[in-house]
Every structure is written in structure tokens, then in C-alpha cells.
Nanobody
Framework: QVQLVESGGGLVQAGGSLRLSCAAS????????MAWFRQAPGKERDFVAA????????YYADSVKGRFTISRDNAKNTVYLQMSSLKPEDTAVYYC????????????????????WGQGTQVTVSS
């Protein structure tokens, strides 16, 4: 059974930092693109960042570019999201996602490209 388990969320003041982790089990995701999405109350689940299997290429939503960094440790089957200069509008539940099979890069910002999802971790940024 495939499981993605996020951790590292919490309450932080604006301007602060948090690091989220997503530990995968049940299969190896070293050959998969991995991604983070987030969902604020009353809004859709939106793309935040993605990293290809080698870690050589990363992709970000414009709203987080320059502030967030996605990385991975394939030996630990874990992907990370380092978040800095946090803003109140970053408040959301953050989800880790992985696909069953590879897909074209053009789809990596698309929610439907991912089959496995974690339970989410709450990030709250106070002003």
C-alpha cells in the first residue's frame, strides 16, 4: 500500500520559515516526479512546486518562486519543501503528491496527473 506522509507544518509569523517533509512508503518514487500542492479554505488545490526524479529540474508557482525550494533525497524516499519569507496568503493545507506512471513535463502542474496524495499538513502564517 502506497503512503505519503507529510510533516513539518505549523504556526509561524509572517517572514518566518518552515520545512515540510513528505515520506513515501509502499513503493520507490526515485523514478517519479514529486510535487507539492496547497489548498486554502474555500479554494481549489493549487500547484506549488515539483521536482523531477533526478532532482535536476524544479518548477514553482509564480506566487512562491524565490521563496520556496523543493528538494528530494531518493535514498530516503523523501521530498522536502523549504518555505521562507512566509506570507499570510501562504496559509493552507499542503499536500504531497506522486504519480503512478511518468508523464510529460507539461502536465506536472496539473492536479489530475498525480495519483497518490498525502493527508496534508496545515501551515498557518500570522500577520
Amino acid at each position: 500500500q502506497v503512503q505519503l506522509v507529510e510533516s513539518g507544518g505549523g504556526l509561524v509569523q509572517a517572514g518566518g520559515s518552515l520545512r515540510l517533509s513528505c515520506a513515501a512508503s509502499g513503493r520507490t518514487f526515485s523514478s517519479s516526479t514529486m510535487a507539492w500542492f496547497r489548498q486554502a479554505p474555500g479554494k481549489e488545490r493549487d500547484f506549488v512546486a515539483a521536482i523531477v526524479r533526478t532532482g535536476g529540474s524544479t518548477y514553482y508557482a509564480d506566487s512562491v518562486k524565490g521563496r520556496f525550494t523543493i528538494s528530494r533525497d531518493n535514498a530516503k524516499n523523501t521530498v522536502y519543501l523549504q518555505m521562507s519569507s512566509l506570507k499570510p496568503e501562504d496559509t493552507a493545507v499542503y499536500y504531497c503528491a506522486a504519480p503512478k506512471a511518468s508523464f510529460a513535463t507539461m502536465f506536472l502542474r496539473t492536479r489530475s496527473a498525480y495519483d497518490y496524495w498525502g493527508q496534508g499538513t496545515q501551515v498557518t502564517v500570522s500577520s
